[in-house]
T-cell receptor, first 114, second 111 residues
Framework: AQSVTQPDIHITVSEGASLELRCNYS??????LFWYVQSPGQGLQLLLK??????LVQGIKGFEAEFKRSQSSFNLRKPSVHWSDAAEYFC????????????FGAGTILRVKS | EAGVAQSPRYKIIEKRQSVAFWCNPI?????LYWYQQILGQGPKLLIQ????????DSQLPKDRFSAERLKGVDSTLKIQPAKLEDSAVYLC?????????FGPGTRLTVT
């Protein structure tokens, strides 16, 4: 069965420091990959997505992610974190077996210290 | 364009009571999803509609949960009777293609 693993439950970084959030997936074919952000009391906002082509994708708010097929990974990065980036981040896979079902990881809570 | 609307935003009920959530998707989006997000977990798909037909309800606890999408637009998710473990945020999403847009969710607390 398809699955998504986000190994880090919590991450704390200093404002201005770089960030990398890890995501590994298990899926038989090339998946569609997504990163979403969720602020407290809010719904999920799409940061970026990978469907095909260039394995380095750019998203909103200065985020980027790199798809590495050999490692089954889709890690999210940001060169300089802002206090407003504090939120929970979810990686998701679209297996596309039928419909458009997304399978989410458990999330990583990002804390930003000043 | 307006986003996905959900109501109510918060609901507190006692176990064995019933509750209903409403979702209005983005105009023109044929596909509508209901997800359950339990605290500390990622969202889990409960049911997916394409227009007013069900595409996937394999993870919907059908003994207590039901959902409908009338006229292929708005949708209602119902729980009857509620259990303590149903405490969660219920997210509605809609899509026209591969990208899903999420509403703010309804936080349900079952006491």
């Amino acid at each position: 069965a398809q699955s998504v693993t986000q190994p880090d439950i919590h991450i704390t970084v200093s404002e201005g420091a770089s960030l990398e959030l890890r995501c590994n997936y298990s899926y038989g074919a090339t998946p569609y990959l997504f990163w979403y952000v969720q602020s407290p009391g809010q719904g999920l906002q799409l940061l970026l997505k990978y469907f095909s082509g260039d394995t380095l994708v750019q998203g909103i708010k200065g985020f980027e992610a790199e798809f590495k097929r050999s490692q089954s990974s889709f890690n999210l990065r940001k060169p300089s974190v802002h206090w407003s980036d504090a939120a929970e981040y979810f990686c998701a896979v679209g297996p596309m077996e039928y419909g458009n079902k997304l399978v989410f990881g458990a999330g990583t809570i990002l804390r930003v210290k000043s | 364009e307006a986003g996905v609307a959900q109501s109510p935003r918060y609901k507190i009920i006692e176990k064995r009571q019933s509750v209903a959530f409403w979702c209005n998707p983005i105009s023109g989006h044929a596909t509508l999803y209901w997800y359950q997000q339990i605290l500390g977990q990622g969202p889990k798909l409960l049911i997916q509609f394409q227009n007013n037909g069900v595409v996937d309800d394999s993870q919907l606890p059908k003994d207590r949960f039901s959902a409908e999408r009338l006229k292929g637009v708005d949708s209602t998710l119902k729980i009857q009777p509620a259990k303590l473990e149903d405490s969660a945020v219920y997210l509605c999403a809609s899509s026209r293609d591969l990208e899903q847009y999420f509403g703010p969710g309804t936080r349900l607390t079952v006491t």
